[in-house]
């Protein structure tokens, strides 16, 4: 399995979910060596290979994002041995597994620590602005509008993954009564992507248009919204969306 992974390694790998376990699959294209350089083209998928028992444990591992060089690879897992101990609740928190180079093995995750995650609570789903100073995740630590809501936390050295400042709630525009997740964030648009689970969840899009003005939240019209949507990712140049 390890020899299978390292083939890819040099490719671009984009993690996705399929059930409870997290696999690669490479389109052909490579990461970019500097944070600046933009990746792609993008040529057909390959098979998905299963990151193996470093990166994935016997609990929940979901919901990947990796970072602009490959090297780091932030998931939530429902595993013990972080903020909640030995989380016999199950409480997702978001960990981060790292290596040293693209055809170097993943290390074993470690917690991002209790600024991130909280205890008694779910904390999860991470994404990052293009330029990986913020990241965006969703939690249901007390405090915020609903039964969870959108955080951003940022960090100065966008190659420190254990440097984040306190998150800061993105307010009661954005977030609802309802359990809010999956943001996805456009820097260039402005655009912010979320979904938002008032029974069945809604994909919906908030868009700034100055830093002076509110924040405006529309429930986007495509036929993506009549279903149950848990995590989204959108395309750079906003030409397509991904969902589970």
Same mark, same amino acid.
């Given at each position: 399995?390890?020899?299978?992974?390292?083939?890819?390694?040099?490719?671009?790998?984009?993690?996705?979910?399929?059930?409870?376990?997290?696999?690669?699959?490479?389109?052909?294209?490579?990461?970019?060596?500097?944070?600046?350089?933009?990746?792609?083209?993008?040529?057909?998928?390959?098979?998905?290979?299963?990151?193996?028992?470093?990166?994935?444990?016997?609990?929940?591992?979901?919901?990947?994002?990796?970072?602009?060089?490959?090297?780091?690879?932030?998931?939530?897992?429902?595993?013990?041995?972080?903020?909640?101990?030995?989380?016999?609740?199950?409480?997702?928190?978001?960990?981060?597994?790292?290596?040293?180079?693209? %055809?170097?093995? +993943?290390?074993? !995750?470690? =917690? *991002? &620590?209790?600024? #991130? @995650? $909280?205890?008694?609570?779910?904390? /999860?789903?991470?994404?990052?602005?293009?330029?990986?100073?913020?990241?965006?995740?969703?939690?249901?630590?007390?405090?915020?509008?609903?039964?969870?809501?959108?955080?951003?936390?940022?960090?100065?050295?966008?190659?420190? %993954?254990?440097? +984040?400042?306190? !998150?800061? =709630? *993105? &307010?009661?525009? #954005? @977030? $609802?009564?309802?359990?809010?997740? /999956?943001?996805?964030?456009?820097?260039?648009?402005?655009?912010?992507?979320?979904?938002?689970?008032?029974?069945?969840?809604?994909l919906k899009t908030s868009t700034r248009v100055s830093s002076a003005t509110t924040v405006r939240s529309v429930p986007l019209s495509w036929s993506l919204s009549s279903a149950a949507h848990e995590?989204?990712?959108?395309?750079?140049?906003?030409?397509?969306?991904?969902?589970?």
């Amino acid at each position: 399995m390890q020899h299978q992974a390292r083939k890819t390694r040099t490719m671009l790998e984009i993690v996705v979910l399929f059930a409870t376990t997290l696999l690669c699959a490479a389109p052909g294209a490579v990461f970019g060596h500097d944070d600046d350089e933009p990746l792609g083209p993008f040529g057909p998928w390959s098979e998905p290979v299963n990151l193996g028992p470093v990166v994935n444990s016997p609990f929940d591992d979901t919901h990947p994002a990796i970072s602009k060089n490959g090297l780091s690879l932030f998931i939530t897992s429902g595993r013990p041995g972080g903020v909640n101990r030995a989380n016999l609740g199950q409480f997702n928190e978001i960990w981060v597994s790292q290596r040293s180079s693209l %055809d170097a093995d +993943w290390g074993s !995750p470690q =917690n *991002l &620590g209790p600024v #991130i @995650n $909280s205890f008694g609570r779910s904390t /999860g789903v991470p994404n990052f602005s293009t330029d990986g100073h913020l990241m965006f995740f969703n939690s249901a630590r007390p405090g915020g509008c609903g039964a969870a809501d959108l955080y951003v936390a940022r960090r100065k050295n966008k190659r420190d %993954d254990f440097g +984040w400042q306190a !998150p800061v =709630n *993105l &307010g009661c525009t #954005i @977030n $609802s009564a309802a359990a809010d997740n /999956g943001p996805t964030y456009w820097a260039l648009s402005r655009c912010f992507l979320t979904a938002q689970g008032r029974g069945a969840s809604v994909l919906k899009t908030s868009t700034r248009v100055s830093s002076a003005t509110t924040v405006r939240s529309v429930p986007l019209s495509w036929s993506l919204s009549s279903a149950a949507h848990e995590l989204t990712a959108a395309q750079r140049l906003g030409v397509m969306v991904w969902r589970c």
